[in-house]
C-alpha cells in the first residue's frame, strides 16, 4: 500500500485552519485520585476559550451524556458550539489516542476541472482528509486503560475518513511538525526500548517522514523530569511559526528541568529546517519546580498550549511565572488572543492542554 506521504499527505501545523477539536470528558474518579472535578472545571474552561473559534467534537461515556457531562457542557451544546459523541475511551489523552489527521491537496473530478480551466489556466485544488492509526501500548506500557487502542479508528470512522494504519508504536504528543515538511521529536521517547526495540533510528526516521508527509526529522535527547510519556516534545519544544521554534528556559537556580532545558536551547539554536533555514529559538519562562498534593515534581510546562483558529490556550499551574509566561507566549502569536487558564489538576492525571486535544484541519 501507498504511504501517506506518496499520496500527497501531510500533517499541518497547528497554526492553520481547524474545522474541529476533538477532546474527551473525563469519567474515571479512580484514575484521578481525588482530582477529577478540579480536572473536569479546568477543561470546561479549556473548552469555552476554543468552542468560539472551533467546534468541539466531546467522547463522551454511556450515561455521561445526560448526566454531569452535558450538565457541565450543555451551554455549549445548545448553542451549537459542541456534539458529543459515545465513543468508548480510557481517559482523555486524545492527543496520543485520537487519530493524527493528515491532510491532501489534490484535483476536483475531470469535469471540475475542465470547468474550472475555462476561467483560469490553474485548475484549483480540494484538499482531502484522512487519519493515522498507530498501534498503541500505553505510553510504553505504564497506563493501559481499556478502550484506548480503538479510539483512532473509532473517530475516523464517526468522520468516515479513509484511515491508514501502522504496526508501530506512536504517540501524537512525541511529534512536533512544522507543515512545511519538519518534523521535530525526542531520542528518550521515540528510541525507548518501551516503544519500538526492533526499529533503529533510521527506520523511525523513513516510517515517520511516510507516515507525516515530512522530509527532516529533528532529534533533541531528552525531556522533563517525572513525564511518564518519555520526554514528549509537546512539553519541551513547538514551533510557532515557519522557521521558529518556542522553548523554555528557568528564571531560578530552584528549577528541577534548568539543565535540560539548557542543553534543549542550545541543540535547537544548532538546527536547520526541510526548507534550509536555521531555526529562530524563542525562549519563555520555565513554571519552575511545580509539585502535587504529595510533595511529588511534575512535569509541568506553558509549552503545552493548544493554538485554535483565533486563539492560543496556554495551561498555567499558579507558579509565580505563570503571568509573565502568558506574555511572552503572546508576543509571538499577534494574530490570535492568548489566554492563560489553570491546569494544574489536568496536570495531576499527566499533562495539559495540548495533551487532551487533537485538531481535525479544515477541509
Excluded at 448553542?79 to 486524545?94: C, K, M, S, T
Aim: aromatic letters at 8%; hydrophobic letters at 40%; one cysteine or more.
Amino acid at each position: 500500500m501507498r504511504s501517506p506521504q506518496e499520496l500527497g499527505y501531510r500533517q499541518p501545523a497547528e497554526w492553520e485552519p481547524h474545522a474541529a477539536c476533538w477532546v474527551a470528558w473525563a469519567h474515571d474518579a479512580e484514575e484521578w485520585a481525588g482530582q477529577i472535578e478540579a480536572a473536569r472545571r479546568e477543561f470546561v474552561a479549556m473548552c469555552e476559550a476554543i468552542a468560539p473559534t472551533e467546534k468541539l467534537e466531546i467522547l463522551v461515556m454511556p450515561g455521561e451524556a445526560t448526566g454531569a457531562a452535558r450538565l457541565a457542557l450543555g451551554h455549549l451544546l445548545d448553542q451549537g458550539l459542541a456534539r458529543f459523541h459515545a465513543i468508548p475511551y480510557g481517559d482523555i489523552w486524545l492527543r496520543d489516542i485520537a487519530p493524527i489527521f493528515v491532510s491532501n491537496r489534490t484535483k476536483h473530478t475531470k469535469q471540475l476541472d475542465q470547468l474550472e480551466q475555462l476561467a483560469s489556466t490553474e485548475p484549483k485544488k480540494q484538499t482531502q482528509l484522512a487519519a493515522l492509526d498507530f498501534a498503541w501500548n500505553g505510553w510504553g506500557e505504564k497506563y493501559l486503560f481499556k478502550h484506548d487502542a480503538q479510539v483512532a479508528e473509532a473517530i475516523a470512522s464517526s468522520l468516515d475518513l479513509p484511515i491508514f494504519k501502522f504496526p508501530w508504536i506512536l504517540e501524537g504528543g512525541a511529534v512536533e511538525v512544522d507543515g512545511q515538511g519538519t518534523c521535530l521529536t525526542t531520542k528518550q521517547c521515540l528510541l525507548n526500548p518501551n516503544r519500538n526495540p526492533h526499529l533503529p533510528q533510521s527506520e523511525i526516521e523513513t516510517r515517520l517522514k511516510q507516515a507525516l508527509g515530512v522530509n527532516k526529522i529533528l532529534w533533541l535527547d531528552r525531556g522533563l523530569k517525572n513525564d511518564h510519556t518519555d520526554g514528549h516534545i509537546d512539553t519541551i519544544a513547538r514551533f510557532v511559526a515557519p522557521g521558529q521554534v518556542m522553548c523554555m528556559r528557568s528564571l531560578g537556580n530552584t528549577d528541577p528541568n534548568q539543565e535540560v532545558l539548557d542543553q534543549i536551547a542550545t541543540r535547537l539554536k544548532t538546527f536547520v529546517d526541510a526548507q534550509g533555514r536555521s531555526l529562530q529559538v524563542v525562549e519563555i519562562p520555565s513554571p519552575g519546580k511545580v509539585l502535587d498534593r504529595h510533595g511529588e515534581l511534575m512535569p509541568a510546562s506553558y509549552l503545552n498550549f493548544y493554538i485554535a483558529n483565533d486563539r492560543v490556550v496556554v495551561p498555567t499551574y499558579g507558579s509565580e511565572f505563570d503571568d509573565l509566561a502568558v506574555k511572552a507566549i503572546a508576543v509571538h502569536f499577534p494574530d490570535r488572543q492568548v489566554i492563560g487558564l489553570s491546569a494544574r489538576a489536568i496536570l495531576s492525571g499527566g499533562g495539559a492542554f495540548h495533551c487532551i486535544t487533537q485538531p481535525q484541519p479544515l477541509i
